[in-house]
């Protein structure tokens, strides 16, 4: 996604630090700033993929069939509050009372043409007082935003229109690693703009600026830029398998996709219920010597770090230290199971936790009500 400023904004921001354009490019360098890399095989890299007459045209026959469906997304912002002190100081220059709204853009794809929803990233249309949607025909739409998460960065706005373009949602599992795939989306406000690269690896797990880890990203060497956010990288049979969503600026050729096979699940409980479910707690999935020193019965499970003052589970009595082996009928085995867990059931479910407390040398269970994803950032998934 990109932030759009105005005339005057660099002089009100070194008067009243107000950040007015900035960019929400999220900045993973510090996880890979030294030793990263993607590995292409034991034995050093092979040859490398060649475009030939026919790879070409299966792209140019992908960008055709998808290109339509990928939309510019323009976000706009309530100007923030302003204090005593920097309304005089306004008075005292000759400055408008209130500062400029922000505006924002970043990009969607159209996955139902009969109902209009619109899938984006949940960082492109957070916190937005207002969403317009520009299709590739140049034709404009109010939009509304259905629901999002800030956990998995999926986040579904709907529009009303006729003959609506559509994407048709593939699967990365059936891409192989050097696949061809290709990035179509608004960088820097250029609609529509298409760029070609492969599939580096899949399955990654990356941080945001908050803390979130994003997991099950595909690693591309496609150029993603500001604005690309929300978009589509296609396989060459023209389906949409991953959402962009993050890149690393001081790497070459190093951007990240949501993957659709995980994105899946989190829009259509958007589309029926409008939110994602929400247990409240920082954790960290033990492994088995750590698991065995607090003897953990069976030998797996999840440990709470720590609790949301006021969430769901701290309103169920569950605290810090304890782990969480079950959640409902779910087993906690391994390091994303208390996530899936969790989007198994919807906001509002009351789903029994089975839990080892150590201070007691015992199992508890814990009834707990799920809550709804706030929706701003903070946490990781569960």
């Known amino acids: 996604m990109k932030y759009r400023g105005h005339a005057g904004a660099t002089f009100l921001a070194a008067l009243f630090g107000v950040l007015i354009g900035a960019g929400i490019v999220w900045m993973l360098a510090s996880r890979h700033g030294g030793g990263g890399g993607v590995i292409f095989?034991?034995?050093?890299?092979?040859?490398?993929?060649?475009?030939?007459?026919?790879?070409?045209?299966?792209?140019?026959?992908?960008?055709?069939?998808?290109?339509?469906?990928?939309?510019n997304i323009s976000t706009f912002y309530a100007p923030p509050e302003t204090s005593q002190t920097e309304r005089m100081l306004r008075q005292a220059f000759g400055l408008p009372q209130q500062p400029f709204p922000r505006e924002g853009e970043g990009s969607g794809v159209i996955i139902d043409a009969k109902d209009g929803y619109i899938l984006t990233n949940a960082h492109v249309v957070r916190g937005a007082a207002k969403v317009r949607v520009r299709l590739s025909d140049k034709r404009e739409f109010d939009a509304r935003v259905v629901g999002s998460d800030a956990y998995s960065d999926v986040a579904v706005v709907q529009i009303k229109g006729d003959k609506l373009p559509v994407a048709q949602l593939g699967s990365v599992a059936k891409v192989p690693i050097g696949s061809w795939v290709i990035a179509i989306g608004n960088p820097f406000?250029?609609?529509?703009?298409?760029?070609?690269?492969?599939?580096?690896?899949?399955?990654?797990?990356?941080?945001?600026?908050?803390?979130?880890?994003?997991?099950?990203?595909?690693?591309?060497?496609?150029?993603?830029?500001?604005?690309?956010?929300?978009?589509?990288?296609?396989d060459l049979n023209g389906e949409v398998i991953g959402i962009p969503t993050a890149m690393i600026p001081q790497a070459q050729g190093m951007g990240f996709a949501i993957s659709v096979d995980s994105a899946r699940d989190v829009l259509e409980k958007l589309i029926k219920t409008g939110k994602m479910p929400w247990l409240g707690v920082i954790h960290h999935f033990l492994a088995p010597d750590e698991a065995k020193n607090r003897k953990v019965p069976g030998g797996k499970g999840t440990v709470v770090m720590r609790v949301v003052q006021g969430g769901p589970a701290d309103r169920a009595g569950i605290r810090a230290k304890d782990v969480i082996v079950k959640m409902g009928d779910h087993p906690i085995d391994s390091d994303r199971a208390l996530g899936a867990a969790i989007r198994a059931y919807n906001a509002g479910d009351t789903v029994n936790a089975l839990i080892w407390r150590e201070s007691e040398g015992r199992e508890v269970t814990v009834k707990v009500t799920l809550g709804a994803v706030p929706q701003q950032e903070g946490g990781e998934p569960g």
Do not use: M
């Open 41 to 71: 095989g034991s034995s050093g890299p092979g040859p490398l993929a060649q475009v030939t007459e026919s790879s070409e045209g299966a792209i140019v026959s992908a960008v055709k069939n998808v290109g339509p469906a990928v939309v």
């Open 189 to 234: 406000g250029f609609q529509n703009s298409v760029t070609v690269g492969v599939v580096s690896a899949k399955g990654r797990d990356l941080p945001s600026p908050s803390g979130i880890e994003l997991q099950d990203l595909i690693q591309t060497d496609a150029s993603i830029n500001p604005g690309n956010s929300g978009g589509a990288l296609v």
